[in-house]
């Protein structure tokens, strides 16, 4: 699954758990058994899996299926600097009730549309800029316990300014700030949407080194996202 930290970091933290406190004892491969489809939408697909565990006992388990997602940190100042100044949205989310702080972000146009090409889209159609430079930062799984839902974080910069091409159901302002007053308003607790946390925070920590380091994206998934083989 992309997302997920390689072999060499895998090692790492199973070592860190397993120190830290046994867990179940692994018999058998876990995986989806089958599947009752319940809601087919456009964004979601809704189904109860029947699942093996990681201690061999079988379960179900309701589960939404989503296609992944782009987040982009808009940077208007050139890096390096010591606070660069970032574009945020305020966006009406219905769920939510109410207005939420938001870093540009949204689904992929189409299944051959790489984490790359919907970032630079989505930052364009809602913000109106074009980055000339893009950075992948990290992927973030948003709820694990019912979602398989990865959102894949950028950082852009060299921005130049162009019409946004908004959805008609996006309603949203856009605005500036420096990066530290938006890591101040995490801590503040009005910025709560949390691919947005997660992206501030990453890049308040780690910004500097991930721009020298070029890391790519990872490719999008072989297998459709709604999807999926049964184990055997």
Not at 22 to 28: N, Q, T
Not at 96 to 123: H, K, M, N, Q, T
């Amino acid at each position: 699954m992309s997302g997920q930290p390689g072999p060499e970091e895998w090692t790492e933290l199973n070592r860190e758990f397993r120190l830290a406190g046994p867990g179940p004892a692994e018999s058998g491969e876990p995986g989806r058994l089958s599947r009752v489809p319940v809601h087919h939408g456009r964004v979601v697909r809704l189904g109860i899996d029947r699942v093996r565990f990681p201690d061999g006992s079988t379960g179900e388990l309701e589960l939404i299926r989503h296609r992944g997602a782009s987040a982009v940190l808009p940077l208007l100042d050139p890096l390096p600097h010591p606070d660069p100044r970032i574009v945020l949205l305020r966006q009406y989310r219905y769920a939510a009730g109410g207005f939420l702080y938001e870093v540009p972000a949204g689904i992929p146009d189409s299944d051959d549309e790489s984490w790359e090409v919907c970032a630079r889209r989505e930052l364009a159609e809602e913000t109106g800029y074009r980055a000339r430079e893009l950075r992948y930062l990290t992927a973030i799984f948003t709820t694990p316990g019912f979602t398989d839902e990865v959102i894949h974080l950028f950082a852009a910069s060299g921005l130049e300014a162009g019409a946004v091409d908004r959805d008609e159901d996006e309603f949203l302002e856009v605005g500036c700030l420096p990066l530290s007053r938006a890591v101040e308003a995490v801590y503040r607790g009005a910025v709560t949407d949390a691919k947005t946390v997660s992206t501030l925070l990453f890049a308040h920590a780690f910004l500097p080194r991930a721009w020298e380091d070029h890391r790519p994206a990872p490719p999008r998934p072989s297998v459709p996202w709604d999807e999926g083989q049964p184990s055997p």
